[in-house]
Structures are given as C-alpha cells and as structure tokens.
C-alpha cells in the first residue's frame, strides 16, 4: 500500500507465506499437526487391528486416564520450553503433593483442607525454581535436576515408604471415574479445562506473545519492557501448582499416596511437549500440537498394550517417536534442498521474483 | 542482579569466591571434615569392610562421571548413561549365561556395544545438529528399551555367571579395592588427555565458545561426536564393573543413576555451560556422593534423606559457579579505566 | 571457494607497483609484501568498501585512518579470513592468495589482533595465546612448562605483568587486549594487522606495545596499524592511508602529511541530509546530573529540551551507549541523578523507563531491536500490549490497525503489517524499531546509531522522522559515528572521549574537525577555527 510512496534504494521484498500470527507460526505448526493428526490415525488404525476392543468406550476411559496427570504437567512445559528454559522437577513435585496429601489425610486433616494446602506447596516449589532461574540466573536444566532430588527427598522423607490409601471412595472415584454414562473420565474434563485456559492464553493473549517473545530472543524482549524474570518464575509456580494438582489426580487414581508417586514422568512430559512440535531452543511451539501430542501418545500405548507389548518394550516406541520427531524436521529440510536443487537444475525457475529472499 | 546485590553487602563474597576457585581441593576438604565427623560418631565408618564397600560403589559412579564430564565440557550432556550401563551389564551377563565365550571375550563385547551407542548419541546429534538433552533423553528410553528386550522377562543371577564372577568386586591390591584402582587409572588417562593432548584442549575450546573455536579451525562438530563416543564407552566399563559388583542384574538395573552421574559431574565443579571443570573433579564428586549416602547409614539417619541432600548440593555447587562468574565480571568491570 | 574472482582477470604478476624495485633482497624495506588490489564488498543495501586498493611494504608500519564506518574494519576482515570480498584481488609477497576462513589467514602468515578480544574465557592467559600451535614434547604432549615460559616472555617483552596460568573470565578489556596482541606476535608473521589495538590500553602499555612493533618492523615485517588516535599514527607510522566512505582517498607518507591534514581527509563525506527542520525549543524535559558508571563513564551532566536534538558523537567505546542504558534502566548509575520534567527518576528496569516516558531504539538491531521472526504488529505493540489490552485478550484488529498507522506514517516498505521482520531490508527493519518506540508515546527519544547499515534512502527517510518527531515536542538524544548526521541534526553536540563530555558544541558552531578533535582527546575546539570556549553559554554546561 505504502509502494508508490517508497524510496528508491534497491530492495527486495518478499512475499512471505501469508503468515497471520506468525508468533504461533500457524503455517509451519499447521503442518507439523497435520503430521500428528497422520500418525494419531495411523495408531488408531494399528489399535482396531490388534484388537477390537480398541475402539470401545472404556478403552477410551481406560487410555486417556491412564495419560492425563502427565498432559497436565505437558500444559505449563510447554510454556517453559517456549521460554527458553527447563523444568525437570515435575515429577518430583507431583510426588511431593502426594506424599503430603497422604500424610495431611493420615493426620486426620480433611480434604477440603489438604487440597488446597497441597497445591500451595506445588506453587512454593516452583516459586523456589523460578527465583533461582529467573532472578538468580541460573541454569534451569541443572536447578531443577537439583530440585528433582531435593522434592522428591522431600517426599520420602514426609511420609517414609509407608503408603497411605484410606481415601474417601468420593475422592478416589474421581481418579478414575467417569462422567456418568459417557466414557469420558472426570480427569479429561479436568484436562480439557486447563488446556482451553493455556490454548488462550499461549495464542490469544499478550501473556502468550510475552512468551514467545522471550523464547527466541531475550534481549530484544527485555529492551521492549517485557519483564522477563517476574514471567519466568510465574511459569514456575504454574507448573509447580499443576504438578501438584497431577500428584493429587495421580492419588486419587491409584487410590495410594506415596512419596514415590510418579517417579520417571518427566521423561514422558518432555517427550510429550517435543512430540508437539515445541522447539526445545525456545520460541516455537503450540498448545494445540501438544494436546494432540498427548492423544498420539496415549493411542500408541493403548494400542501397544492391546497388542500385548508391555509397558517395558513401550519405552523404546516413546524414545523413538522423540528422536524421529527432532529429527524429522532437519531431514525435511535437507530433502527439500536437494529436490529443490535438482529441480532449478532441471526448469530454471520461470519467475525471477520468487527466488528473491528465501528466509531461513 | 539481585545476586550481585546481596554479594557486594555481604562478607561471604571472599570465602565462596576462594571456595570456587578450585573445587578439587575444597570437595577433598570437605570430605575429610565429614569423615572425620561420621568416625566420631560411627568408628565403623573406619572398618575396612565399610571403605571397601563405599569406594567400589563410587568408583563405579566416578567411571561414568568422567565420561559424562567430557560431555559436560563441551557444553552437551549425556542422559542415556544410565541406560547404557544397565544394557551392557545385562548384555554380558547374556552372553556369559547362553554362550561359552570367556569373560574378558563378554567384557569385550560389552565395551564395544557401549562404544557403538554412544557413537549413536554422537552421530544423531552432530549429524542433525539437534539438542544434546532431547536425543539422549530419546535414546535413555531405547537404550532401557533394549535391556528388556534381552532380558525378555528373565533375570541374570548368580549362577549363570562362570564361578567367581563377583570376586573381583572384593579384591584388593596393597589394601586397594580393585574397583578404585580402575577408576583412579581411568580417571588419570582421561586427565592426562584432557590435560596434555590437543584434543584435550579442543573440547574445553568448543565448550567455551563454540563459534571461536571454529575460527580457529577446531572441528566442533568431531570434537563432540568423540566426547559421546567416549562417554558411551566409559558408561559401558561402568556397566560391566556393576554386573560384576552386584551379580544379580534386572532389567532395570541402573535406573535412575544418570541422576548421581549428572549430580557428580556439577558438585564436582564441571559447568554446565561448559569449557571448564576437570574429570578428577568428576570423580571427587561420586566418592562425595558416596560418602554422604554411607554417613547417613552409619549414622542411622533416615535413608530418605538422601535424596534432600543431593539436591541441595547440586543447587549449592551451581549456585557457587554462577556466584564465582558474576565476582569474576564485577572486577573485570571495575578495572576498566 | 565460491568466491568468484571477479577481478580475476588482472595479470598474476610479480612486478608490483611502479617505482619499486621488483625483486629486491628478501625483506627489503621497499618491497611489497602485501597488496590489496581493487576490493569491494557490499552487505546488503550497504557498499563498505568500494574499488580500494592498499600495498603493504615488507618493513614499514602503515596507518590506516578513517572515521567509524569509513571502510577499516571491512578490510581488516578481509585480510582475516572473516569476510571474503565480492570482488579485487589480494596478493602476497607477490602471489595472488585466496582467504577463506581465518585458518587459511594464520598459515599465510597474517596475524591479526581485532578490536574486540575473542577470547576462551575459561583457558588460562597462557593457553589462550597458543592454542592453535601449543608446543609440545615427546608423543605430542603439551608443554605447560614451555607454554607458559614463552607465554611470560612475550609479555614481559610487552612491559605487561599478567598471570599466565590464571584464566581469562575475570580480566580487564586491556588485559584481554594484551593477550590478543600477544596472540598475533607469538606466530612468525608475514603481516600485522593491529585494529585499534590502543583503545584500552595504557600509556606505559602503549609505549611497549610501539617498541614491539617497531621491532617487528626492523624483522620486515608488514605492519598494518588501524587507529583513531592521530597522535599515535604520527610517532610510529611510516605511511598513512585514509578512507573515507568505503573509499581509498589518499596514500601518503606520514612526514608529508599534518593532523590537519588528516583530518581533511577524514571528513567531508558527500552525503545526502535531511537537515533537521527548525523546531520551537522548549522547557527541559531530561536533565542528567554528574553521572557516573565505573568502567563505562563519568561525571556526564547535560539538559534535553522538548523538540531539540542532541547529538551525541564520540569514538566506538567512548561511552556513549552505556549512557543511554542507563537513561534506559537496563544498567544502574553508581552516583549523580537523572530528571525528567523536574522530577528524580528512578530506573530499574526498561519497563520504568518506559513508564515514565523514556524510549531507546539500540545500537544492535537484530540482537536488541527486534524479534526477527515477529511480524512487523507484534514487534511494534511488544512494549504496549499490556496497555494495549487490559483485558489480557489481544484483538489482533486493534493492533493490526496501529501498526498500520505507525507503517503508513514512517513509510515503512512492507507487504503487510503481517510480514516478518527478519523479510524487510534494514532501514525498514530500523523504522519498525523506531514505530515501537513511537508507539509508547516518549517524551525523550534515545537514538542509537539509528542508520547504520541502512541505504542511503532509508537514511534520508529516518533523518525526515526524527527531524518531525522533534519538531511535534518531543526531546531526542542522537548517538551517531556518522559525523555529518550528527552536525546536519543536532541542535547541540556533546562529544564523549574515554567515558567524559570533552566538549558541547552547539549547532552554529559545530564542524567535523571540531568533533572530531575533541572526540580523539584533543582539547574540544582548541585548534579548529575559531569556537573559543563558548558552548559552556548553552544550556546545561558540563558543570
């Protein structure tokens, strides 16, 4: 619009791909769903071949319950990971909020009581990262491998190897019930909630945009008033109350309060938001992609389990699926490089205007 | 910057900045103080029986520290170790119990597969230039996959191992449990390495500024790939030395040890923004760990405890690197005229 | 390489240039050791370096002068192996090279000490000198010992006491200087190039330093010695070479030439202005008192009115950017106080300085400007949003529409307000920067190299906005290197050397050798024409 009224100096401007928000990078991401949409049916098709239970509500009830303490925790990760920084303490705060609701519930304390308790604990524990990563500025890889030691000690030593499971059928009905006549698990409704709030947040709000702004480049948002470290360590207490919440679903599932209660779930968290298509650098990323990530996720290993792989062997798919899809990118760039190239060399491109800038 | 602050009002700033200078020296000090307070209290600390099962434990750990401190050094990190060293203390005793190859034949084995998996990390990550902490965190899960795909529901026991498997675990040499004098010998090449040998030098190079290092004509992306390839190689001695510790090895062996491996690279003073810490550092940090898990037994105190621990001293040895930076950069900007 | 040699049609030929004796006893005082023939190189929109040609005599210590930006560093790049020129030919010692990569420089015996030390801060002094050619002893082991004794030697050759064993991280930027020159001296070289390598030093370091490079000299070695400091060029240089503009202007022997000379040659780049239009001036709207940063600056006291411009000039680490960081709350002062309308101003962050009516548009476009994969709406609403939308929920209508209206308004040449950033050509990527900052609505404007690496149209079109933004009110503070920018818009010039206002020159008096002058250390204004000590008359003196 401003064309006619341009100066003369010799510039080129490209015509980027219609690119809307381009802080979501709906136009890449689209793509990268579309992929996660594939193998989501590929893996539904794989589970109404092994089995024909597959596609039957309470296999339904069964694979998403079975999957949603971890999307839970994935939810805040993903903002995390979009920041440009790391929690790895999740699962130890997970076990943390168990090991003290068990201990609050032993001690007589009521549930009305202990919950919210609980989750303010989840939210001091991330507080604790969050200082030492944002204000401090230390690297949020190792303070939260310390802090993954440090809440889970903590959880062992609140309630020992002792295992409290006398909770309220009302409360343990919650972990693994369902929405009376559906097979949708009260945990899905949970999930579904937070991860409407985090879809608006990421994608529709300036918090969002804060977000990825610091993700791909620091400096650039702090010299735009962004304040970095009070956005950084709210993303920590976030993902300490959610870790916490998933500690008491995980409970509440299990009907068992353990200071053991999720050990090894980071992996699957962080695998989950990767899978997504979140970049681990920072700065890209979706919720939507992560949600599907967490339905992918959650088929393969149904369908796994129908197919009677163990859960053992399951690791090595989930390990896979991580490196095929940090992988798969770069080998989608090389192969559209080298077919570009073969093509130029074959029909020099008919329009000189569209090779002006490739940016990349 | 609210660190600075407090650093310039308070009189810790001299004593955490002589603390960091060289964490070597003050993990020894420290060990020794803590030795000298667990004997007090538990004089059985000082039995023979106890040093010996303290120190081969930790050796084991320190042998896999050093081969992640490499890693470490060049600004990556490595979380398959574990994994590694579960499958290759497994695969041996595999092979031991279904083939009639000789041990030093299923050591051998051993240590090449450890070398081939960590070529593996290396090559995925230098090939597709991707993050270190995303790959290995993939190949932890396929590595363990593997185990389990070995063991198929079995276990290795005792007495599928040739008679006297585990005895090295109990020797000694002039007093010196052998497992010690591995990791001391270990330990010391991969120092002498780092120390002398331009290699050495070029991993410290690429941890410290990746880009410069390419200027000067290092190879970078060589560099770390022989880094994982040795941390995979280094993982598999450790997994081998565990088969013959234990005897008895699970599918599952080794979980969650990438945690004290990594835990013991940091205590002992090798950052984790890489280019600086040195591998006897590494190995200080496991027999640091090691020590503390033993104080806590012999002092009765509960065994849960030691979890609190480590993570408090991983949080207090990050802490001290970033604390002895930031006085490092204060004075580099107070001298400019 | 890929480089095409585009002059490569130019006779590989052993004779150099006329007058000089071709095959002369090695290391002969006139022989040409390096020559640089007919370079050019363009970045972007940008040309640094057009059609120059440069020879390097084996023996002879040659200055290369120019203002910031006149092509110097380009070349020394060049010959570095950091920038491979679009076209030309280098030779040496008569033999037409290739420098691809730094590597390919260091074999051929080009030694360089750059301007910024690059260092490894986490090696030891001693390491960092010989990293790439450690000695070593029988199997290929280093030798600390050896390293660190020749280490040692080379700096006490340098008059320096310096820790060889102690590491890097933690040492002053002359330290660092010192070991990046001892770097260049500890490899037998061919050629040295020395970029400002003064800046941080010395004087007793400096005189060291000359006697070093002088004996360099008497080995027949070429000496390419890149300074500000006119001084330095005449105590140690045999030649002088001048660019301006990315052009060679003359080549003359130093005892021929004056600093008035030099100065000359320096200024007086041809350059099309937007001259900034008269503006009524207003009350004072930012006042900085006695200001001081230890290690960046000192003492700075000046006024800024409403619709006036200040300009800022001064040499690259004379302190000027780290004012404005402090104007910006991204660093604290130690000591003196800032006002803004009267009232004490206290910066904690940018975010307060954005509260309170302060916008910087920074020196580093893409590192502290932008975000480059942002659209051009997300850039400029990133400061506001939280204004903007209250309610948390971004209409991306609301913010498409004010960006267009900043777009429109400073003619930023773009597709759509939905294109990326990192697509558009530097000077509209700079006017994105500026609508950001226009669009917090500041009282004070902080400019910092607002065209550096912009075309000359884009330069004109920023000129024409910053010139409006003054005259609608509001106070600009302009840190420039480009000389004419600085005199065509500035209402007042302050000339920072060495972290302090050495002079304030206003606009009727201002002229290139008086800035330049005072930038260099010279007393401000003393020799150029007339211009007695009258700025103090203005406003806000330096106390």
């Given at each position: 619009m401003t064309k006619e009224r341009a100066v003369a100096a010799p510039e080129s401007a490209p015509v980027s791909p219609a690119v809307a928000r381009p802080w979501a990078h709906p136009s890449v991401l689209a793509r990268w769903e579309f992929f996660l949409v594939l193998i989501l049916g590929l893996f539904v098709w794989m589970g109404t071949r092994v089995s024909p239970y597959f596609l039957t509500p309470s296999n339904f009830a069964n694979l998403t319950s079975a999957m949603m303490e971890v999307a839970i925790m994935a939810l805040p990760a993903t903002l995390i990971i979009i920041a440009g920084e790391i929690d790895l303490s999740v699962e130890s705060t997970l076990g943390l909020a168990s090991a003290i609701l068990g201990f609050l519930w032993a001690a007589g304390v009521p549930l009305e009581v202990d919950i919210p308790l609980v989750l303010a604990v989840g939210g001091l524990a991330g507080l604790l990262n969050g200082l030492l990563v944002a204000r401090a500025g230390l690297p949020s890889l190792v303070v939260t491998l310390g802090t993954l030691a440090l809440y889970r000690g903590l959880a062992q030593v609140v309630l020992g190897t002792r295992a409290i499971s006398d909770f309220p059928s009302g409360f343990t009905a919650f972990g693994f019930g369902t929405v009376p006549g559906s097979p949708i698990p009260w945990t899905l409704i949970v999930f579904a909630m937070l991860g409407a709030v985090f879809w608006f947040v990421a994608h529709a709000t300036w918090i969002g945009r804060q977000v990825f702004a610091v993700g791909k480049n620091k400096d650039a948002a702090r010299y735009a008033a962004v304040d970095v470290a009070a956005l950084k360590t709210a993303l920590f207490v976030v993902s300490g109350v959610l870790a916490a919440l998933a500690g008491i679903i995980l409970t509440a599932r299990f009907s068992s309060a353990r200071g053991d209660n999720g050990s090894g779930l980071v992996l699957t968290v962080v695998t989950i938001v990767l899978l997504g298509g979140v970049d681990i650098n920072g700065g890209k990323g979706t919720i939507p992609g992560v949600i599907l990530a967490v339905f992918t996720l959650a088929t393969l290993q149904s369908a796994l389990n129908l197919a009677g792989v163990s859960g053992d062997y399951q690791t090595v798919a989930v390990g896979l699926l991580l490196i095929v899809s940090i992988t798969a990118p770069y080998i989608a760039r090389q192969a559209r490089t080298v077919i570009g190239r073969v093509l130029r060399a074959r029909h020099p491109p008919p329009d000189p205007v569209a090779h002006g800038e490739v940016v990349g | 910057m609210s660190v600075s602050w407090a650093v310039h009002r308070t009189r810790l700033g001299p004593i955490l900045g002589a603390l960091g200078r060289s964490r070597e020296l003050t993990l020894t000090g420290v060990m020794v103080v803590l030795a000298v307070l667990v004997t007090v209290r538990a004089p059985n600390f000082l039995a023979p029986d106890n040093l010996n099962q303290v120190t081969v434990l930790a050796a084991i750990i320190a042998i896999a520290a050093v081969g992640e401190a490499l890693v470490v050094i060049t600004r990556e990190v490595d979380l398959s170790v574990e994994s590694t060293m579960g499958l290759i203390a497994f695969v041996v005793g595999a092979v031991l119990r279904e083939h009639s190859t000789s041990v030093p034949e299923a050591w051998a084995m051993g240590l090449g597969l450890a070398l081939v998996l960590g070529m593996v990390n290396g090559a995925i990550i230098t090939i597709f230039r991707v993050p270190s902490i995303v790959v290995t965190l993939g190949t932890l899960n396929v590595y363990r996959g593997l185990v389990f795909f070995v063991a198929n529901g079995t276990q290795i026991s005792l007495s599928d191992l040739p008679a006297g498997y585990t005895n090295p675990a109990t020797q000694t040499i002039f007093g010196v449990p052998l497992f010690v004098i591995v990791a001391v010998l270990t330990t010391t090449l991969a120092a002498v390495a780092l120390h002398s040998t331009r290699f050495g030098r070029q991993l410290y190079a690429v941890g410290s500024d990746r880009e410069a290092a390419t200027v000067m004509g290092i190879h970078s992306r060589w560099v770390i790939f022989v880094a994982f390839s040795l941390c995979g190689l280094l993982a598999g001695v450790a997994g081998v030395l565990w088969g013959v510790e234990f005897g008895t090895i699970y599918a599952t062996s080794a979980s969650g040890v990438v945690l004290q491996v990594v835990a013991a690279v940091v205590v002992g003073g090798v950052a984790i923004s890489g280019g600086s810490g040195t591998v006897v550092g590494a190995a200080i940090g496991a027999l640091f760990l090691g020590l503390i898990n033993n104080a806590l037994l012999l002092l009765n105190l509960p065994q849960e405890l030691l979890q609190v621990i480590y993570g408090a001293v991983i949080l207090i040895a990050v802490a001290t690197d970033a604390f002895v930076r930031l006085r490092a950069r204060g004075t580099r900007q107070a001298v400019v005229p | 390489m890929g480089d095409a040699p585009g002059a490569g049609s130019s006779v590989r030929s052993r004779v150099d240039t006329p007058g000089v004796a071709p095959d002369g006893p090695a290391d002969s005082p006139s022989r040409s050791r390096l020559e640089v023939r007919n370079v050019s190189k363009r970045f972007d929109a940008t040309a640094a370096l057009t059609d120059v040609s440069l020879e390097l005599r084996a023996g002879e210590i040659h200055a290369l002068v120019g203002e910031n930006g006149a092509g110097k560093s380009t070349l020394v790049k060049i010959l570095a192996g950091v920038h491979v020129p679009d076209s030309g030919t280098i030779l040496l010692d008569g033999v037409e090279v290739q420098i691809p990569d730094p590597v390919t420089a260091r074999l051929l015996g080009i030694a360089v000490v750059h301007q910024e030390p690059r260092l490894f801060p986490d090696l030891s002094v001693a390491e960092n000198v010989f990293l790439a050619h450690p000695p070593t002893r029988r199997l290929g082991a280093i030798s600390w010992a050896e390293m660190r004794q020749m280490a040692a030697a080379l700096f006490e050759e340098l008059g320096v006491h310096l820790d060889v064993g102690a590491t890097v991280r933690g040492l002053s930027m002359a330290d660092q200087q010192l070991i990046e020159i001892a770097k260049a001296l500890s490899v037998d070289a061919r050629v040295l190039i020395l970029d400002e390598p003064t800046s941080a030093l010395s004087a007793h370091e400096v005189e060291r330093l000359f006697a070093i490079v002088r004996r360099a000299r008497d080995r027949g070695v070429a000496v390419l010695f890149v300074s500000h400091r006119l001084e330095e060029v005449f105590e140690l240089c045999d030649r002088a070479t001048v660019f301006r503009d990315g052009r060679h202007i003359i080549t003359a022997s130093v005892g021929d030439l004056t600093t008035a000379d030099l100065v000359r040659h320096m200024v007086g780049r041809a350059v099309t202005l937007f001259p900034k239009a008269e503006a009524p001036i207003g009350e004072v709207l930012l006042e900085v008192r006695h200001l001081s940063r230890p290690g960046a600056f000192q003492d700075v006291s000046f006024k800024v009115h409403a619709g006036e411009i200040v300009g800022m000039a001064g040499l690259v680490g004379a302190g000027r950017t780290e004012i404005a960081r402090v104007l910006f709350g991204i660093d604290q002062a130690s000591g003196g106080e800032m006002l803004l309308d009267g009232r004490p101003l206290h910066l904690s962050s940018p975010s307060a300085a954005l509260r309170a009516g302060i916008a910087y548009v920074p020196e580093d476009r893409h590192r502290d400007g932008l975000i480059l994969d942002f659209s051009i709406t997300d850039n400029v609403t990133l400061p506001i949003l939280p204004r903007l939308f209250p309610h948390l929920l971004v209409h991306p209508a609301t913010e498409r529409t004010l960006a267009r209206g900043f777009v429109d308004r400073l003619r930023?040449?773009?597709?759509?307000?939905?294109?990326?950033?990192?697509?558009?050509?530097g000077g509209n990527q700079q006017k994105v920067v500026i609508a950001k900052w226009l669009a917090t609505h500041p009282k004070v404007l902080i400019l910092d190299e607002p065209t550096r690496g912009v075309d000359i149209g884009a330069k004109v079109e920023v000129h024409r906005i910053v010139s409006e933004l003054a005259a609608s009110g509001l106070g600009i503070v302009l840190i420039s290197s480009d000389l004419p920018e600085v005199l065509a818009m500035s209402d007042r010039i302050l000339v920072l050397h060495e972290g302090r206002i050495t002079a304030e020159i206003p606009r009727a008096e201002a002229s290139e050798e008086r800035v330049m002058f005072a930038a260099t250390g010279h007393d401000g204004g003393a020799s150029a024409e007339a211009g007695g000590p009258s700025e103090a008359s203005h406003a806000g003196g330096t106390a």
């Open positions: - | - | 930023v040449r773009a597709t759509s307000v939905d294109q990326l950033v990192q697509a558009l050509s």
